[in-house]
């Protein structure tokens, strides 16, 4: 336990020291998020408080999701306006349909460049440990939504690159394909 305290520090200091968080480790841990975790909303509509997006990376981050195998970006159905949905073509077969909310869109991003996606419980677990995420206030309460979080906006480049590991967490979940297939 003092030793995982100890590293946990140890990242933190290179994350502050290099303005970037690293990458995944190879034991399929996530980096800790370094900084205080967004105020969020108890309530739907679930939101984060005070958080403004950098475009460049909100930018980047889209072009990104929208590059996986059979992902689209269209207009949310289930989101405050503004927001975009994720959506897995109709010829996609899925592994764990229980999870999606509505249609095929399998996650979406505010305005605000925070994510709520369906991660499966695992996963969902590891990235509220890592500071990445919280969960939705409806994820213990509705069938299927138990790894349903909210993924804090990215500020970096670096934070992108695991968010969007997140976001291909939850396609390979969903889908059961790899995404950089």
């Known amino acids: 336990m003092k ?16 303005g970037a968080v690293p ?11 370094t900084g205080p ?17 950098v475009p460049e990376i909100s930018k980047a981050f889209l072009r990104r999701v929208d590059d996986i195998p059979g ?14 949905g994720f959506w897995l073509d109709e010829e996609m077969p899925l592994t764990h349909p229980e999870v999606i909310v509505k249609g095929r869109e399998f996650g979406h991003m505010h305005p605000d460049g925070s994510l709520h ?13 890592a500071g990445w995420a919280i969960y939705h206030p409806w994820a213990k309460k509705r069938p299927g939504w138990e790894g349903f979080v909210m993924i ?3 500020r970096t480049k670096a934070e992108m690159e ?20």
């Open 117 to 129: 996606i369906a991660l499966s419980p695992d996963l969902a677990a590891r990235a509220i440990k």
């Open 37 to 53: 975790a967004p105020y969020t909303s108890k309530h739907v509509p679930h939101i984060q408080v005070g958080v403004e997006p």
């Open 71 to 84: 992902v689209s970006i269209h207009d949310t159905i289930i989101s405050i306006a503004g927001a975009l």
């Open 162 to 181: 695991t968010v969007l590991q997140l976001v291909q967490g939850s396609y390979k979940f969903i889908t059961g394909k790899d995404a950089t297939d």
């Open 3 to 18: 030793v995982e305290i100890v590293f946990r520090f140890m990242l933190a200091v290179m994350a502050i020291t290099l």
């Open 152 to 154: 804090y906006t990215p």
């Open 23 to 33: 990458a995944l480790a190879a034991s399929g841990d996530l980096p800790i998020r």
